[in-house]
């Protein structure tokens, strides 16, 4: 048993064996490696013992050593010198060939083929690339391991058949040998072999590549080598990927800004939000000056919104980045940069204003959902181009031929986004508002995503009758539609104002909060004031602005309604004061309905710290509100 594995140990590495006795071996001597291109790799073992072991577990004074490996040949130089298929394959009628030289003649074979962008089942039709099979399969074991990993992916990239003999006895050989891989040789295998997989020994041999490298990511010395891992393999397996992430923060200043673009679009695609490691490739991005190519800054903006990672600086660097070179971007380029940077609620108008010229210039290149999305990036972030006319001009018509081919989602997230913007026509609300439309949000409306596509359409229907009344006349949503505004757990700042204006009026009933409006905005508290500024009970008159009003009283004359929106962090640009475009629009929707707006901005709430203190400021804020309205 022993020796049959000292012989096919001796075949793996093709190496000679010279046998001695235990006292003549020299301790720490090395293999002499000569004459070795790139193309052969070979595993750094400089020495293999063998013992033979007799009945009664006496041990043979005995070892055997690898001295040397074999030599160049002529035939070795005439592979790497062949500069055509031809060549190559003309070679196996010449020469006898051994098992590793053909393997290096097959992965030469695949190089030139894929360079001259070759069709490989030519090749393997060829009788003599049959006849070098043949040999593979006879000397399989005797391929050196660079050599083999390389020889499989060759295979593939010909065209081979699953089925196929040769193959399937490479990747045994490759499955058997998993464990003396060199680390380099199993991420190479493990990064194209990912996409192979089809038969049950296949993926068998993925789980296995996957295994490995999970017991030995502590080899992994390559900044470059764990971006590329986790791009390709990082998704089967969170294990991995975790040890990848533990390997690049170690890493990170290592990294150029292209690992960087692989790791955080890794990051992206499987939707992990890893802090530590965002904040180290952005830390050492910031401190390195590269030339970044268009398609690396778009792909890194893309990622950072994809995980909602906010980092002023880089964005920053982006911008000053991106708008020399917004002439040169492709379409699909500054949709993506858009809503990229719309999902970071982050603006920059000169590189906006880059990107709205660029439509307007380009406008034949842009698909109509290109379109789209522009259009919705801007009305998330209020964002109103300096030629708006122009722009929404020509956008719009282009648009309007194709309005009846778009999917009812996009086209409810369309037109409520033009009403954000106050660029709706006619034409937009008949669409969105027919019957044959809202029908389909009617009735047992189970998922949050018809949840929120109904209050879409709630708001598009209270844009048609409080802002369109001018050229606007129909058809509406019934008036007994609900809205259906998803209640969540009140904020700390809401649940403070609630408590604060109890005391201001003196009497919970003189106060409603919160209140689900027709409109399909949500009121954090809601007062109603007299003629004197006094609050009224307001469960004893009449609301039009929910569904169902308690109280049967008109308002008396000079009645005031106000409204109490608290305006969180989330509900803002980044590092702006400037509402996000949905809440610009609930604001002009409340005006028109008649409310008066008491805006409580996070960051003024905040810097209150006593009882007295926001009892002041509420007041405060209620007497500017009643005064500007009483100036009007």
């Known amino acids: 048993m022993a020796s049959r594995v000292v012989r096919r140990a001796v075949r793996l590495i093709g190496a000679s064996f010279v046998v001695a006795p235990v006292s ?101 039709q060829d009788n003599r690339f049959q006849k070098l099979q043949s040999t593979l399969e006879d000397e399989i074991s005797t391929v050196w391991n660079g050599n083999l990993v390389s020889l499989l992916r060759s295979l593939y990239y010909l065209g081979q058949n699953d089925r196929n003999k040769t193959l399937r006895l490479v990747e045994n050989e490759v499955h058997w040998r998993l464990r003396r891989l060199g680390f380099k040789h199993l991420a ?188 919705m990036a801007f009305a998330r972030l209020n964002y109103h181009p300096a030629k708006g006319d122009s722009f929404f001009g020509v956008v719009l018509e282009k648009l309007e031929c194709v309005l009846a081919d778009f999917d009812r989602f996009l086209l409810i997230d369309l037109v409520w986004s033009l009403c954000i913007l106050q660029q709706v026509k006619t034409s937009h609300l008949q669409k969105v508002l027919e019957p044959v439309m809202y029908s389909a949000f009617v009735g047992g409306i189970k998922s949050q995503k018809m949840q929120n596509y109904h209050l879409k359409l709630v708001h598009i229907n209270t844009a048609a009758m409080l802002e369109c ?47 689900n409006t027709i409109y399909g905005w949500l009121l954090d508290s809601e007062v109603l004031l007299d003629s004197d500024n006094k609050p009224l009970p307001l469960n004893e008159f009449v609301a039009p602005h929910v569904l169902h009003s308690e109280g049967i009283k008109p308002l008396p004359q000079g009645a005031r309604r106000l409204a109490f929106l608290c305006w969180e962090f989330p509900s803002y640009c980044s590092r702006s004061k400037d509402l996000l475009g949905r809440f610009v629009m609930a604001r002009r929707h409340l005006q028109a309905a008649g409310f008066l707006i008491v805006d409580v901005p996070y960051f003024e709430w905040l810097e209150l710290k006593s009882e007295w203190q926001k009892v002041a400021y509420l007041k405060d804020k209620m007497g500017k509100v009643v005064a500007e309205d009483m100036a009007r």
């Open 24 to 124: 003549s071996a020299v301790p720490g001597s090395a293999v002499n490696w000569r004459g070795l291109k790139q193309g052969y790799s070979l595993s750094p073992i400089a020495r293999l013992h063998v013992s033979s072991f007799h009945h009664g577990d006496r041990i043979l004074a005995e070892e055997q050593v690898i001295s040397r490996v074999p030599e160049r040949t002529e035939l070795d130089g005439l592979i790497e010198s062949a500069d055509s298929v031809e060549n190559l394959l003309h070679l196996i009628n010449d020469h006898s060939f051994k098992g590793n030289q053909a393997a290096v003649l097959v992965n030469h074979l695949s190089r030139i083929a894929a360079d001259r962008k070759m069709e490989g089942g030519s090749i393997l």
């Open 469 to 515: 009344t001018d050229f606007y006349k129909g058809p509406f949503l019934p008036s007994e539609h609900p809205s259906h505004y998803v209640e969540k757990k009140p904020t700390i700042l809401q649940t403070g104002l609630q408590e604060v204006l109890v005391t201001i009026v003196g009497d919970s009933n003189n106060c409603r909060s919160p209140v």
């Open 188 to 375: 190479t295998l493990a990064e194209f072999y990912v996409t192979c997989v089809r038969t049950a020994g296949q993926k068998a041999l993925m789980d296995d590549i996957i295994k490995n490298l999970e017991l030995r990511w502590t080899e992994i010395e390559d900044a470059k080598l764990v971006a590329t891992l986790m791009l390709k393999v990082g998704h089967l397996s969170t294990t991995l990927m975790d040890r990848l992430e533990d390997k690049g923060l170690e890493l990170a200043e290592h990294f150029t800004p292209e690992d960087t673009r692989k790791m955080a679009l890794a990051l992206a695609q499987q939707n992990r939000r890893s802090i530590p490691l965002l904040r180290a490739l952005s830390y050492h991005l910031m401190q390195k000056h590269f030339d970044f190519r268009s398609s690396l800054l778009v792909d890194l903006a893309f990622a950072y919104g994809k995980l909602n990672f906010h980092q002023t600086q880089v964005f920053q660097k982006l911008a000053a980045e991106l708008l020399p070179r917004v002439p040169e971007l492709s379409p699909g380029d500054v949709m993506r940069c858009t809503k990229s940077f719309s999902y970071l609620k982050w603006l920059n108008l000169p590189l906006f204003e880059a990107f709205t010229q660029h439509v307007m210039d380009n406008l034949e290149k842009y698909s109509p959902l290109h379109l789209c999305n522009i259009i």
